[in-house]
């Protein structure tokens, strides 16, 4: 989870939402991403996809299901619709993500282990001051 932080700090300093993914196979990382929306100006540019799509790249394959994703806010739909189709065997987040969060639509994949609370203060911490900061701008 530490290094989805890294990268969750990574988008904080580019001005992206801090939301950091790891995706780890046999004890080795095999996909990262950070929010890039903005950069790339692509919406589909979550730190999830990016590491799913790296993390297939690396297996040569569409599916994730020896895999486990840290990530540092609850996924959205739209990832948790790509973690389903995946098949990914774990998921690890650290903030719960009352809005727009996946786990109340019911859209991960039934077999997906899912763990929740790692690290929730410090991620909580950098979206906390990212919106603050971006309150404050506006």
């Known amino acids: 989870m530490k290094l989805a932080l890294d990268q969750a700090r990574i988008a904080y300093a580019e001005g992206e939402v801090p939301v950091g993914a790891v995706v780890v196979c046999d004890n080795k990382v095999i996909g990262k991403g950070y929010n890039q929306t903005e950069r790339l100006k692509d919406p589909t540019a979550h730190a999830e996809i990016i590491a799913i799509t790296a993390a297939c790249r690396h297996l040569g394959s569409k ?76």
């Open 63 to 138: 599916y994730l299901d020896k895999c486990t994703m840290y990530v540092t806010l609850e996924p959205c739909c739209m990832c948790g619709g790509a973690l389903y189709w995946s098949q990914l065997g774990r998921l690890i987040f650290s903030v719960n993500d009352k809005k727009r969060g996946c786990l109340k639509l019911n859209v991960i994949h039934p077999k997906t282990i899912i763990e929740e609370g790692y690290l929730q203060r410090e991620s909580s911490i950098l979206l906390k001051s990212f919106f603050k900061t971006l309150r404050m701008r506006s």
